[in-house]
């Protein structure tokens, strides 16, 4: 999926440099998350050998593939918007089908739903209001 991630940080570019940058900050945060579960996943704990860098450097290098196809791919601004948009409703499925049940599943919430909700909607209007 970090393929998938970087083409959205190109899509996202073409369609806006704000748009961009949001993306762009979005995805290098949950990339972080991705490295330390690539090594966690591969090593099983132990001490990562040469295999577990080499399954990290790719998993650093997919985003950067998938925003240069998107640089190659002759897309109009409103293309790229639409994928996108098509993007972002794929992201709002995932969480709605598997995330938001595995939360609301879990007997000891550290946080109610209803304020990592909120908190995370207040998080895009500040992001959104800063690029713009």
Known sequence: HSFRDGMAIGLSYAASRPAGYIVAAGIAAHDIGDGVNTILLSTRGHKPGRFDYLLLAADCLAPLAGGL????????????????????????HMIADELLPQLRADSTPRIPLAMAVAGGALLIFVATRLAS
């Not at 293309?79 to 709002?92: K, N, Q, R």
Request: hydrophobic share 60%; glycine share 4%; no cysteine.
């Open 69 to 92: 196809l998107t640089a190659w791919l002759p897309l109009s601004t409103s293309s790229s918007a639409a994928l996108l948009a098509i993007t972002a409703g794929f992201f709002l």
